[in-house]
Nanobody, 123 residues
Framework: VQLVESGGGLVQAGGSLRLSCAAS????????MGWYRQASGKERELVAA???????YYADSVKGRFTISRDNAKNTLYLQMNSLKPEDTAMYYC??????????????????WGQGTQVTVSS
């Protein structure tokens, strides 16, 4: 499985960005998918995840501002980010799991990773 992110960039606080993650290769093995981020000097954290059945999870810090979605026909995962804050600045990574459960995508092990796309929010 190969994952390629796009859509990062520099945006002012309050602005929006949409990240995309194109999956290729053994896509039949992809169940849940998610977006992680890692800010400089901090640990990587799960931002949002979506199960194969569509159940979603959001970190408290992004609830109401970010929306995760997937287009299975296009093998693409999205993260719509609105009302961005400087603390959202980080490298954002797309991840995929072989788990096909219907619930709790935040609990799955993510085995496939993209290279990341940088998001910088200026104040």
């Amino acid at each position: 499985v190969q994952l390629v992110e796009s859509g990062g960039g520099l945006v002012q606080a309050g602005g929006s960005l949409r990240l995309s993650c194109a999956a290729s290769g053994s896509i039949f093995s992809i169940g849940a998918m998610g977006w992680y981020r890692q800010a400089s000097g901090k640990e990587r954290e799960l931002v949002a995840a979506i199960a194969s059945a569509g159940t979603t999870y959001y970190a408290d810090s992004v609830k109401g501002r970010f929306t995760i979605s997937r287009d299975n026909a296009k093998n693409t995962l999205y993260l719509q980010m609105n009302s961005l804050k400087p603390e959202d600045t980080a490298m954002y990574y797309c991840a995929a799991s072989p788990e096909f459960g219907a619930d709790s995508p935040q609990l799955y092990e993510y085995e496939y990773w993209g290279q990341g796309t940088q998001v910088t929010v200026s104040s």
